[in-house]
């Protein structure tokens, strides 16, 4: 792995890394939806807050995070706020459960991924359909959040490779 | 016990209100504003909106620059498909223009008579004017089906603004900013047109179904059975969210072992659209038009004049011709009359001279009798000498006098 430790710009970017991936798949709904496989979605963006939170990530700023989901809810056309509250709420989980681990476990932290997207998602589409009278379909979620789930695996990987290569 | 609940305490309270740091914020601080912005979006304050708006533009063309490289190539690989299959589909479009064109012209001339109808119908006119607008974030989300066109308030776009490719609905316009708006399409699960399938003529209400296809949401009961593959599903124009008479799609019916469902298969590929059309209605109340009209152009009135001395010679020859031919009817009525006087008379004399001939007949036969009596009556009339003969005045003796003499009997 590349190790950007000592060059300076190169270093900055990289460093910056996961904020501006988050940006870009906000503003661009980067997930792989175009494919246009039945049945297939994923969210990519609970990806990375989960993994990035829970590795305490230095410049992986909640004020972004916040930010990023409202560009997600003005991109996608949902009620302003829902995208922010959903990804806060994985940060604070996140970060909960990073306080009460005391021996991390990639398992262990997949699992509760899936607890935390589920949940997540479950109050996303509670308060869509509840309060905003959005017609939503169930099964979507679910395949998104199985998805989801599959995912984090094959990206965490990933991940693991980059942070490899930062300061943190 | 107690001590399990304060580590769960302090570990929530950490998660909340600690800051590392890298943050600016807390966690709670951020929630609650979240919170608090999801309450004020649902709520229409005018800040808000303004707001909103500004949100909007910027995060709109922000996402447009950001989706650049993807669109470059999904629009790279489905240009090389296109030059794939670009001989194959150029004969198939060159046989369809030819089709169309003849097509076109009944399709004019069913269009103004259209337009004049609705003029009756309706106390406006409405007057379209086509925006071509491009789409500038369409990222086919997984629950909401929406698109972002680059035309807004500027451009005169309203909410409800109606938005074809090329004639075909698509969609309505569901949040307008300056530059920008928002398109609700027809497959988004939110998205309810009223319809009329034709040629059944049935009236209904097709949904998007989150995917490619509508589905018949509201259908009157029992019309289920006439109902056949292929029915041309255009808008209704009830309720005047949609404008009457635009095509959407075809109706496909999905036939399972349980269940009957039917789909509206789009007539335009929405994941495909780059450039569509938005249409600014201005709607004209004609009676207003009509009393400036009247006032401003004397022109009008003489043409009116002129048409109402047309229409007064007109009804005038058509009573003079009308009153010729009731005095010919009345001659006609006396001769008819007059005619069947006669037939009844010539009946009479007919029948008279029937009687005539007939008495005649009579008369012939009785005098061919008393000759032949005088010839024969002695050999028929029963005396002393002929017992074999017959009484006088009996049909026997008539019989065998008229057969001179020659008893039947014998």
């Known amino acids: ?168 | 016990m107690a001590a399990s609940r304060d580590d769960f305490v302090i570990a929530i309270r950490s998660a909340f209100l600690k800051k590392s740091t890298q943050q600016k914020f807390s966690l709670l601080t951020l929630v609650i504003a979240s919170i608090f912005i999801i309450l004020l979006s649902s709520l229409n304050f005018k800040i808000i909106t303004y707001l909103k708006v500004g949100i909007n533009e910027v995060v709109y063309r922000s996402s447009f620059l950001v989706s650049i490289p993807e669109n470059f190539i999904n629009n790279t690989f489905s240009e090389v498909k296109d030059y794939s299959t670009f001989y194959s589909n150029y004969k198939k479009d060159k046989k369809e223009l030819n089709l169309l064109r003849s097509k076109d012209i009944s399709n004019e001339i069913t269009q103004f008579e259209n337009k004049e109808l609705k003029e009756l119908i309706n106390d406006y006119v409405s007057t379209s004017d086509k925006l071509l607008a491009k789409i500038i974030v369409d990222h086919q989300s997984t629950f909401l089906r929406s698109i972002i066109i680059n035309k807004g308030t500027k451009d005169n776009l309203k909410i409800g603004t109606n938005i074809y490719d090329q004639s075909y609905l698509i969609g309505r316009v569901i949040e307008v900013n300056y530059k920008t708006s928002r398109v609700l399409l027809l497959s988004d699960l939110n998205s309810n047109v009223p319809v009329t399938i034709v040629p059944q003529n049935i009236q209904a209400i097709i949904s998007g179904s989150g995917k490619k296809h509508g589905k018949i949401k509201y259908i009157k009961d029992g019309v289920y059975d006439s109902l056949t593959e292929k029915s041309i599903v255009y808008t209704s124009g009830t309720g005047a969210i949609f404008k009457s008479g635009v095509p959407i799609g075809k109706l496909v019916i999905d036939e399972n072992e349980s269940t009957l469902k039917f789909n509206v298969e789009f007539y335009s590929d929405f994941s495909q659209l780059k450039y569509v059309f938005a249409e600014v209605l201005q709607k004209t109340e004609t009676k207003n038009l009509s009393k400036s009209t009247i006032e401003g152009n004397d022109s009008f009135n003489n043409t009116l004049e002129a048409k109402l001395k047309i229409l007064e010679d007109k009804t005038k020859i058509f009573e003079e011709t009308n009153l010729k031919f009731k005095e010919e009817n009345e001659n006609l009525e006396s001769r008819n009359n007059d005619l069947n006087t006669e037939i009844i008379n010539l009946k009479d004399q007919i029948s008279s001279l029937k009687q005539t001939i007939n008495q005649f007949n009579l008369d012939q036969d009785e005098l061919e009798f008393l000759k032949l009596n005088l010839k024969y009556g002695h050999k028929c009339r029963k005396s002393f000498l002929n017992n074999k003969g017959f009484l006088v005045e009996t049909p026997e003796y008539k019989n065998c006098v008229l057969n001179k003499g020659i008893k039947i009997n014998d």
Do not use: H
């Open chain 1, 1 to 168: 792995m590349i190790n950007f430790k000592s060059q300076g710009l190169f270093s900055k970017i990289y460093n910056w890394l996961p904020v501006i991936f988050l940006f870009i798949s906000v503003l661009n709904e980067y997930d792989l939806n175009y494919l246009n496989l039945k049945y297939f979605s994923l969210n990519f963006p609970f990806i990375l807050i989960f993994f990035f939170t829970l590795k305490e990530f230095k410049n992986f700023d909640y004020f972004l995070v916040f930010i990023a989901g409202l560009i997600n809810d003005t991109v996608v056309g949902l009620p302003l706020g829902i995208s922010s509250l959903s990804y806060l709420l994985i940060c604070f989980l996140t970060s909960y459960f990073r306080n009460i681990t005391i021996r991390p476990n990639p398992i262990k932290d997949w699992f509760y991924f899936l607890f935390v997207i589920s949940l997540i998602n479950s109050i996303n589409y509670s308060i869509l359909t509840l309060f905003f009278s959005y017609n939503l379909i169930l099964m979507v979620y679910l395949v998104n959040t199985f998805f989801t789930f599959l995912f984090y695996i094959f990206f965490v990987t990933i991940f693991k490779y980059y942070l490899r290569g930062t300061n943190d």
